[in-house]
Every structure is written in C-alpha cells, then in structure tokens.
C-alpha cells in the first residue's frame, strides 16, 4: 500500500513532515502530534469520520451507526467540535437554559482536545521540612528564584540610580560652600544611606531564598496521592507513589478542568488537597516541574507542598484559524487521540477496542494511511506510558513486527515512517534495559510493574521476560558479538544492582573510619556476624535462584546466569567478608565466629556442586579463616599453657573421688571444650588436626610437669632411688643410718600423683587421643604425618615416667622389710635352714607377714582400685625376686627348698589373702595369680627353671 493517495502530495506538508525533512529530529517527548495542529484540523478529521461511517452504513456495518446517532453527537463531543460547529435551535435553547439556571456562574472556557502528563515527584510536609523552616517562610523553588530574579531586576534598576546619586553627591561636595546646590548635598547623603541598607537587606533576603529553596531532602514519611480531574469522578481516580517514575496521561475538557490532587499517609488517613489550576500550568510551558501547595480543609489550612511534573499541550488555537488542506495522517492522529481519549488509554490500559478500533480501522483503510504508520503512530502513544510488564512488552512486539518486517524487505518505510520508528526504537532500548536491569524486581501485580520495596526473588522468571528477550531479538541480531555483549551486559549491572543492595545491610561493619572493631561489646559483634551470615544465605539464594530461572529456558542459550550472576556475587561476598574479618576479627571460634564459618564453607561447596566455575577472588572459606584459625589455635595452646603454671594451680592437697588431683580433670574438660569449638574447623579441614594435636600434646608434657613440681616434695625420694648411685662406703653408712631410722611410708601425696597420672593414661587421654585418629582418618593424603603420632609420643614418655615411679615406690617397700633382721627374708630362709618343722618356719615368718600387712593396708588408703593392684603385685613380685636371687646362688644345695617353699606360700597367702579382703568383687581373677617372679620360684624348686626376669609386666 502506498504511504498516502495520489491527491496527498498535492496538500502542503504537515509540520511533522517538514520537520523530518529538514534533517532536524525534534527531541522526543510523550505529546499526541496531533494537539499542535488546531480546530480546523479536528474538523477534517471529523469530517471524514462522519464520510467513512455514512459509507460503512450504506454498505450495511454494524458498527457505523452508532456514531451517526443523534446527528453524530458521540463524534461531535469526542472531537470536542460542539462549541464551533453550528448546533440547532434546540440546543441553543438548552444551553441558555442551563446558563440561566446556573446565575452569576462565570462563563465557561472553550472546548480544547489536549493531553496532560503528569509524574508526582516528591511530597513535603511540614513535619517533614528541616528546623528552622516554616511554611510561612519557605516557598517553592520556583516562586522563590522567580521572587529573587524580580527583585535582582529591580536592585539593578536601584544600583544605577544609587550610582547616580552618588556622582551627583561628589559633583556638588566640588562647589563652593555658599552655592545654592551645597544645601542638597545633606538630601542626598541621606538618600544614599537608605539605598544602601535597602541593598543589603535585598541581598539577605535573595540568600535565605536560596537556602530555603533547596533545604528540602529528608523523607521522614511515605505518601501516596490520587489523582483525578475536576471533569471526572472521584471513581475515576488514579493512585500514584512520589517518587516512583509513573506516569499517567489525562484527557481534560477545557482549562477549566483544573487536576485534583488528595494526599494520604501511609496508613490511608487523608492529610490535605491540592488544585493544580490547568490554566496555570498551560500558561508556563517551559515551567514543567513546579510546587503546590496542599492544604487541609475545610480550614484551608497551609499543610505541605508537592512537586508535579506537568506537561500539558492543546490544539486549541483561536488567534490562528487556518483553514486548508489536511494531511490523511494528520486526521488520523487525531482520530487516534480521540478515540484514546474516550476509551480512557493510559498506562496498564493500552487496548483499544469496539467500536473506536473498528472506526480507526476503518478510517486508515478508507483514506489510505498505511499500516506502518498506524501501528508505529499508535506504538508512539504507548511508548509514552510504556510499564515493563508483559502485556506492554507482547503488544509492542505485535505492533512492531510488521514494520521491521517492512523495513527489511523491499516495501521500505517513508521518510516520515523511519523518523518515528527510530524514535521508538530508542524508546524501546530503554524499557527493555528496565526490564534486563531488573529482571528479579518485576511484578505484575503492580501499576509501575515494578516492586517498590526490595525483596527476595522467586525461582520462577518474570512474565515480561520472555517477551523482552522476544524484542530484544527482533531489534538486534542476536547472533552477533555485539548484541550479545550488550544484553549480557544488562544482565551483569542487575547482578550488580541487587549484590549493592545485600552488601547495604553490612556496610556499617566495613566502615573506612570503623578502628573500634575490637572495641565492639559481645552483642553487637554477635549481631555483626549474624548479618554477615545472612548475607551468605541471601548471595547463596540469589543464585540459586538465577540457576531456577536459566532452567526455564527464558534467556538465549549464550547467556549462562548463572555463571555470569555467581562471578559478581562471589567475588563481591568475598571481598566484603575480607574487608569485614579485618574490621571484626574473631578472637575464636564462638558460636557466632563458627556460624559463619560454615554459612560460608557451605556457600562454596554449593557453588562446587551447582557446577559454577571458579573465577578470580571468588569465595575460598579456608583461605579467608586460614591465619585466624591458626591464631585461635595458638592462643588456646598459650591460654592452656599458662593455666598450667604452678602459681596458677589451686588444687595443691585436695583429692577427688578419684583420688586424684582436681588440676587434671580441670585441665581435661577445657580439652574437651577445645575440641568442641574446633569440631566445625576439623570437620570442614581436617588438615588442621595436626595443629591442633601439637598444642594438645604440648599441654598434656605441660600438666604432668605442673603435676611434678607441684608435688616435688613426695617425688624427690623416688627420683633419688631411680637414679643409680656410686656406694662408697659413706655413702652406704649414711644410707644404712636413715633407713634403720626413717622407713619409708607412702603418702596420700604420693597418691594423688600416681592416681592422676594413672586417670590420665587411662581415661582422660585415650578420649582425645581417639578423637584425633578419626578427624585424622577424613584426611584424604596425611603425607609422612600420621594423626595422633604426636600425642602417642608423650603418652609413651608418660607411661614411662609412671611405670618408674610404681618401681621406685615398690623398691623403697622392699627396703623397709630390710630394716630389721626379723623381716629380712634372706636372713628368715638362712636361719630355717635346719628347721624341719614347717611350723616352726612359719612362726619364723610372722614378723614379715605383719609388716607386709601392715603396708598393704595403708596403700590401699592411698591409692585407687587399679594403681594398688598394680603396687601389691610389684611388691609381691619383688619380695618373690630376693627368694628367686637366694636360690640361683645355691642352686646345688637343696637344703634351702625347704624353707623357700614355705616362705613363698606365706607371701602368697598374705598378698592374696589381703588383696581379696580388701578389694572384694572389685578384683578380677587374674590379679590374685602369682607374679612371674614367685612362678620362676616354683620352676627352681621343682629343678624346671626357665629364665623370666622381667619385671615390667606388672607395671
């Protein structure tokens, strides 16, 4: 189809036209194009609406009746044409009635077809201006640079006056004194002082005007308005936020319909009313952005201001009534606005339908407008209001493809089509980057289509963007480098945008001038690394989310979200948990300190199993905790360490249920907190068990040598009987005097040592010990390091140390029955020689006996179940050694078995005997067995004497 009939290029070019082929592209603003045109315009266009409906009903249309009803009233009143064309004498006569009735009324403004954009900028109450400012006092900004510039005129007017004052002043100070002029001079020095405080007070005044005028940027309150003409109910209202970006076209009357404006709070309640006077605002084009006053009725009480954005345009034009020839586009246009206007077009509402887009059909069909330019004129009024919402999106979609289609083929578009279309391709990049920015805030729900309040995203991918990667497509070539770069682009500025937007909660703990971070108290470090694990969760969902909407297929295959979403929001988590560790360091894995540990070990296992590939500076959660673990570690070795210093040990005499020290069960539960607190590090890095099992093993030497110095004084004569000794004979009367002087008793000292070392080699150190070999068994390759070598290495020396003590103990018993002859066994066995009565050599053991339970008894008083046992059994197998060392010595005199055998069954007899009376069902069968010493004993007796003289079982 051709762009306009034959007879078209014949009529004068329209103003669109002819500012197209100038080559200068107007700057596009959301104005109907037809507003500028004038009455004579709407009444072609009127004119050929009643042709085309007079023809369709000639052919039998359904639809073209309706408009013809009534002498075309509905055309007439849409096309605003009552007040210019002729109307009959029974409307006259109506209208005159109406007049009269309504008496002293003024007389109404004429009919206009026009458009009215209006955004709600901003809302000031008085509560929400800054102290100091008073309503009274402070204007809007325009009133006051208007004010300020008004006066500026006139100070200009009154400076050069002054000036001229002041040359005559210097003139006549040059006549003489007695000249009929030097009496005007006083005058004129008077008049110079009040010029000059009328130029200072002017210049105060223009100061505060222009503080006031921008003093008015804190929100203290949330407001919403409704928005309405004075033509249109209070049903007709539409709801609009400050601040949002919306905007909404309205169709007035005349300038008479002036807009009403009600303010709400955020609980609904009603504060105040605006008239934002039409008139006003269409006799100051070029002042777009201006405050309103709000007032509260029914006092008309000052309350607040309002900052519109007002642009409002009208085809009325009676100083300039041209009649001529009218473009078919041009008529079509207003044809369109028309019909827009009755079918209330606006945003969210972009539909025609009935009979007005039977008519528009019509209209374009019959006159020869092309589609191109309908569907591209009709796109324009859309761009004007355009949401990024998919019923927007799919609708320009549908209306742009037939016209790049176009545009691509052989049919190109009119110069005056490919303006436009360039236009609203701009348009268009525009909303698409609306959407592709925002691709997680989008709702539908909404007027704006957009979320107000930052919220977690859904899995499931907006509505709006499948169509807008649908329009995307049809503008670009998406298979080219550039195109792709660009929309991969929008998507990384959203990623970037909503990472902003999580970091905020942090910000305050990253601070640059934050230096008390070690300051902090306990709740507030405990509130900062609760937020920060709520920022892993949150980043961790985030692309979780990006992953669900990539499933969905919605985005072209060379965009991968979620890689492209997990680069940004990896790196910026990491960087903002570096920067917030220096601000906050952990002093130790508390429970806060742990929780983030692990949010963040999880988010990088996460990214591990969602295959998301590693990037530079992503999160590495035993990178970012490595050095503060080892400190934590560190520090507990030298707290432990220092709790284990002799003037910290507060347990010096006193015995537990154990008989043992409290120091060591003290010692052991803190051990037991410690590997508690790490079990999170351990379980997540095994690695670190060998860090943590050299501070244990280094405490561990540390609580047995406090032990010993602690007790010192009951361990020396051990130690000194351990050592070996060079007898001179000094040295052996010195010794044979203390022992016949001083038979050595163990003390309940002497006790609590043994036992507490006994419980640590028994009990306390095997639970740490095995608990360390099992974190150590999850370390996939230990190298040459074998979890728990360490710690068996001091347990080895322990045992050691404790086997020598028990020998020590044993030797200073055996010594004690060397004190007197009558409890030495040698001396007993020698004597018993000629004995032949077994009687008589048992009356001859009852001393020894005596002693021997005289000693056991008291150990049981000193030592636990276990640590006694193993001390009566060496001392049975001690005393079982002096008979074994007198018999190898006489091995071919048989005269001494005798005696030997009856002195080896006391000693069984007394040991066991004693043991059991003692111990009862606490001890085991094998304990009353004889010891080697006592068995080799028997083998010498009945000539079968193997060789056993290893005493260390026992111990």
Same mark, same amino acid.
């Given at each position: 189809?051709?762009?306009?009939?034959?007879?078209?290029?014949?009529?004068?070019?329209?103003?669109?036209?002819?500012?197209? @082929?100038? &080559?200068?592209?107007?700057?596009?603003?959301?104005?109907?194009?037809?507003?500028?045109?004038?009455?004579?315009?709407?009444?072609?266009?009127?004119?050929?609406?009643?042709?085309?409906?007079?023809?369709?009903?000639?052919?039998?249309?359904?639809?073209?009746?309706?408009?013809?009803?009534?002498?075309?009233?509905?055309?007439?009143?849409?096309?605003?044409?009552?007040?210019?064309?002729?109307?009959?004498?029974?409307?006259?006569?109506?209208?005159?009635?109406?007049?009269?009735?309504?008496?002293?009324?003024?007389?109404?403004?004429?009919?206009?077809?026009?458009?009215?954009?209006?955004?709600?900028?901003?809302?000031?109450?008085?509560?929400?201006?800054?102290?100091?400012?008073?309503?009274?006092?402070?204007?809007?900004?325009?009133?006051?640079? +208007?004010?300020?510039?008004?006066?500026? @005129?006139?100070?200009?007017?009154?400076?050069?006056?002054?000036?001229?004052?002041?040359?005559?002043?210097?003139?006549?100070?040059?006549?003489?004194?007695?000249?009929?002029?030097?009496?005007?001079?006083?005058?004129?020095?008077?008049?110079?002082?009040?010029?000059?405080?009328?130029?200072?007070?002017? !210049?105060?005044?223009?100061?505060?005007?222009?503080?006031?005028?921008?003093?008015?940027? *804190?929100?203290?309150?949330?407001?919403?308005?409704?928005?309405?003409?004075?033509?249109?109910?209070?049903?007709?209202?539409?709801?609009?936020?400050?601040?949002?970006?919306?905007?909404?076209?309205?169709?007035?009357?005349?300038?008479?319909?002036?807009?009403?404006?009600?303010?709400?709070? @955020?609980?609904?309640?009603?504060?105040?009313?605006?008239? $934002?006077?039409?008139?006003?605002?269409?006799?100051?084009?070029?002042?777009?952005?201006?405050?309103?006053?709000?007032?509260?009725?029914?006092?008309?009480?000052?309350?607040?201001? *309002?900052?519109?954005?007002?642009?409002?345009?009208?085809?009325?034009? %009676?100083?300039?009534?041209?009649?001529?020839?009218?473009?078919?586009?041009?008529?079509?246009?207003?044809?369109?606005?028309?019909?827009?206007?009755?079918?209330?077009?606006?945003?969210?509402?972009?539909?025609?339908?009935?009979?007005?887009?039977?008519?528009?059909?019509?209209?374009?069909?019959?006159?020869?407008?092309?589609?191109?330019?309908?569907?591209?004129?009709?796109?324009?009024?859309?761009?004007?209001?355009?949401?990024?919402?998919?019923?927007?999106?799919?609708?320009?979609?549908?209306?742009?493809?037939?016209?790049?289609?176009?545009?691509?083929?052989?049919?190109?578009?009119?110069?005056?089509?490919?303006?436009?279309? &360039?236009?609203?391709?701009?348009?268009?990049?525009?909303?698409?980057?609306?959407?592709?920015?925002?691709?997680?805030?989008?709702?539908?729900?909404?007027?704006?289509?957009?979320?107000?309040?930052?919220?977690?995203?859904? &899995?499931?991918?907006?509505?709006?963007?499948?169509?807008?990667?649908?329009?995307?497509?049809?503008?670009?070539?998406?298979?080219?480098?550039?195109?792709?770069?660009?929309?991969?682009?929008?998507?990384?500025?959203?990623?970037?945008?909503?990472?902003?937007?999580? !970091?905020?909660?942090?910000?305050?703990?990253?601070?640059?001038?934050?230096?008390?971070?070690?300051?902090?108290?306990?709740?507030?470090?405990?509130?900062?690394?609760?937020?920060?694990?709520?920022?892993?969760?949150?980043?961790?969902?985030?692309?979780?989310?990006?992953?669900?909407?990539?499933?969905?297929?919605?985005?072209?295959?060379?965009?991968?979200?979620?890689?492209?979403?997990?680069? *940004?929001?990896?790196?910026?988590?990491?960087?903002?948990?570096?920067?917030?560790?220096?601000?906050?360091?952990?002093?130790?894995?508390?429970?806060?300190?742990? %929780?983030?540990?692990?949010?963040?070990?999880?988010?990088?296992?996460?990214?591990?199993?969602?295959?998301?590939?590693?990037?530079?500076?992503?999160?590495?959660?035993?990178?970012?905790?490595?050095?503060?673990?080892?400190?934590?570690?560190?520090?507990?070795?030298?707290?432990?360490?220092?709790?284990?210093?002799?003037?910290?040990?507060?347990?010096?005499?006193?015995?537990?249920?154990?008989?043992?020290?409290?120091?060591?069960?003290?010692?052991?539960?803190?051990?037991?907190?410690?590997?508690?607190?790490?079990?999170?590090?351990?379980?997540?890095?095994?690695?670190?068990?060998?860090?943590?099992?050299?501070? *244990?093993?280094?405490?561990?030497?540390?609580?047995?040598?406090?032990?010993?110095?602690?007790?010192?004084?009951?361990?020396?004569?051990?130690?000194?009987?351990?050592?070996?000794?060079?007898?001179?004979?000094?040295?052996?009367?010195?010794?044979?005097?203390?022992?016949?002087?001083?038979?050595?008793?163990?003390?309940?000292?002497?006790?609590?040592?043994? /036992?507490?070392?006994?419980?640590?080699?028994?009990?306390?150190?095997?639970?740490?010990?095995?608990?360390?070999?099992?974190?150590?068994?999850?370390?996939?390759?230990?190298?040459?390091?074998?979890?728990?070598?360490?710690?068996?290495?001091?347990?080895?020396?322990?045992? $050691?140390?404790?086997?020598?003590?028990?020998?020590?103990?044993?030797?200073?018993? $055996?010594?004690?029955?060397?004190?007197?002859?009558?409890?030495?066994?040698?001396?007993?066995?020698?004597?018993?020689?000629?004995?032949?009565? +077994?009687?008589?050599?048992?009356?001859?053991?009852?001393?020894?006996?005596?002693?021997?339970?005289?000693?056991? /008894?008291?150990?049981?008083?000193?030592?636990?179940?276990?640590?006694?046992?193993?001390?009566?059994?060496?001392?049975?197998?001690?005393? &079982?050694?002096?008979?074994?060392?007198?018999?190898? /010595?006489?091995?071919?005199?048989?005269?001494?078995?005798?005696?030997?055998?009856?002195?080896?069954?006391?000693?069984?007899?007394?040991?066991?005997?004693?043991?059991?009376?003692?111990?009862?069902?606490? !001890?085991?069968?094998?304990?009353?067995?004889?010891?080697?010493?006592?068995?080799?004993?028997?083998?010498?007796?009945?000539?079968?004497?193997?060789?056993?003289?290893?005493?260390?079982?026992?111990?």
């Amino acid at each position: 189809m051709p762009e306009q009939p034959t007879r078209s290029a014949t009529r004068p070019t329209t103003s669109v036209e002819a500012s197209a @082929s100038s &080559g200068s592209l107007p700057i596009r603003v959301p104005t109907f194009h037809a507003s500028a045109q004038g009455p004579w315009h709407c009444v072609v266009a009127y004119d050929a609406c009643v042709r085309l409906c007079l023809h369709s009903w000639a052919r039998g249309c359904m639809e073209a009746p309706i408009f013809l009803e009534n002498e075309c009233a509905l055309l007439r009143s849409a096309f605003g044409l009552k007040q210019i064309l002729l109307q009959s004498e029974e409307e006259l006569l109506a209208k005159q009635s109406s007049e009269l009735t309504s008496e002293g009324a003024a007389p109404k403004p004429k009919k206009t077809i026009g458009k009215l954009k209006v955004q709600v900028r901003k809302v000031r109450m008085s509560l929400d201006m800054p102290s100091g400012c008073s309503l009274s006092s402070c204007k809007s900004p325009s009133v006051n640079l +208007e004010s300020l510039r008004y006066r500026m @005129s006139n100070f200009q007017s009154t400076l050069s006056s002054g000036w001229e004052s002041l040359r005559k002043i210097r003139v006549l100070h040059r006549l003489p004194a007695n000249s009929s002029f030097s009496r005007h001079s006083l005058a004129y020095v008077r008049a110079s002082t009040q010029y000059i405080k009328q130029v200072s007070a002017l !210049l105060k005044t223009g100061v505060t005007a222009l503080r006031n005028s921008s003093s008015y940027e *804190i929100v203290q309150e949330t407001y919403s308005c409704l928005l309405r003409l004075k033509s249109l109910t209070e049903e007709g209202a539409v709801k609009m936020q400050p601040g949002s970006g919306e905007s909404h076209l309205f169709f007035p009357d005349s300038l008479g319909d002036d807009l009403i404006i009600e303010v709400y709070d @955020s609980k609904g309640k009603l504060h105040g009313r605006v008239i $934002a006077q039409l008139a006003s605002i269409a006799e100051n084009p070029n002042d777009k952005l201006r405050w309103w006053s709000i007032y509260r009725e029914p006092d008309h009480e000052l309350i607040g201001r *309002i900052q519109l954005y007002a642009n409002y345009t009208t085809c009325l034009d %009676e100083n300039n009534l041209k009649c001529g020839s009218v473009a078919e586009t041009v008529a079509y246009d207003i044809a369109l606005e028309v019909a827009m206007k009755v079918q209330q077009f606006q945003q969210r509402h972009l539909l025609l339908h009935g009979e007005w887009k039977w008519l528009l059909t019509e209209f374009a069909s019959y006159f020869g407008v092309s589609d191109a330019y309908t569907k591209l004129r009709y796109l324009s009024y859309v761009m004007d209001v355009a949401t990024p919402t998919a019923d927007c999106l799919i609708l320009v979609h549908d209306l742009l493809l037939p016209v790049i289609m176009k545009s691509r083929g052989k049919n190109t578009l009119s110069h005056q089509e490919n303006r436009i279309l &360039g236009e609203i391709e701009e348009q268009i990049e525009q909303i698409l980057a609306l959407v592709f920015e925002n691709y997680k805030s989008l709702d539908e729900s909404l007027p704006s289509g957009m979320v107000e309040v930052f919220r977690p995203a859904s &899995g499931s991918p907006a509505p709006a963007l499948a169509p807008a990667v649908k329009l995307y497509t049809l503008l670009h070539d998406i298979l080219s480098p550039e195109a792709q770069l660009k929309l991969c682009g929008y998507f990384q500025s959203a990623v970037k945008k909503r990472s902003r937007r999580h !970091l905020v909660e942090t910000d305050e703990f990253v601070a640059s001038s934050n230096t008390e971070g070690s300051l902090m108290d306990v709740v507030t470090l405990s509130t900062a690394y609760q937020k920060m694990k709520t920022l892993c969760f949150n980043i961790r969902n985030e692309i979780f989310t990006d992953i669900e909407i990539h499933n969905q297929h919605v985005l072209p295959s060379f965009i991968d979200l979620p890689n492209l979403a997990a680069s *940004i929001y990896s790196v910026e988590l990491c960087s903002r948990l570096r920067a917030f560790l220096v601000s906050c360091p952990p002093s130790g894995p508390s429970p806060p300190v742990a %929780e983030l540990v692990i949010a963040t070990a999880d988010f990088q296992k996460d990214l591990t199993n969602w295959n998301i590939s590693p990037v530079k500076g992503c999160v590495d959660a035993k990178e970012l905790f490595h050095l503060y673990i080892v400190l934590w570690i560190q520090d507990k070795r030298l707290s432990l360490l220092e709790s284990c210093r002799l003037d910290k040990v507060k347990w010096s005499g006193v015995r537990t249920q154990h008989l043992t020290t409290p120091f060591v069960d003290e010692m052991y539960d803190r051990l037991k907190e410690t590997l508690s607190e790490y079990e999170v590090i351990i379980c997540r890095w095994p690695e670190y068990t060998f860090v943590l099992e050299n501070a *244990i093993a280094d405490i561990e030497k540390a609580v047995v040598e406090t032990l010993e110095k602690q007790y010192a004084d009951v361990l020396t004569p051990l130690k000194d009987s351990m050592t070996p000794k060079k007898f001179g004979l000094k040295y052996v009367q010195k010794l044979a005097k203390r022992n016949s002087l001083c038979p050595y008793t163990a003390s309940d000292e002497l006790g609590i040592v043994l /036992n507490s070392m006994k419980r640590l080699l028994d009990v306390l150190w095997p639970k740490i010990d095995m608990q360390l070999k099992s974190w150590g068994s999850c370390i996939p390759d230990g190298g040459s390091n074998v979890a728990g070598e360490r710690l068996s290495e001091v347990t080895v020396t322990l045992r $050691a140390k404790f086997r020598n003590y028990l020998q020590a103990v044993v030797e200073k018993l $055996a010594e004690n029955t060397r004190l007197q002859n009558g409890t030495k066994l040698k001396k007993i066995i020698q004597d018993s020689k000629d004995v032949i009565a +077994e009687s008589d050599i048992r009356s001859r053991m009852q001393p020894l006996r005596e002693l021997l339970t005289q000693t056991i /008894n008291q150990l049981h008083t000193v030592f636990e179940v276990h640590v006694f046992v193993m001390v009566c059994r060496g001392y049975w197998d001690r005393m &079982g050694q002096d008979v074994l060392n007198f018999l190898e /010595n006489r091995k071919e005199n048989r005269s001494w078995y005798k005696a030997s055998r009856v002195t080896v069954a006391v000693l069984d007899d007394t040991f066991a005997s004693q043991m059991q009376q003692l111990l009862g069902n606490a !001890l085991q069968e094998k304990d009353l067995e004889p010891p080697r010493s006592i068995m080799e004993v028997r083998s010498v007796l009945c000539k079968d004497a193997p060789s056993h003289k290893d005493s260390s079982f026992y111990y």
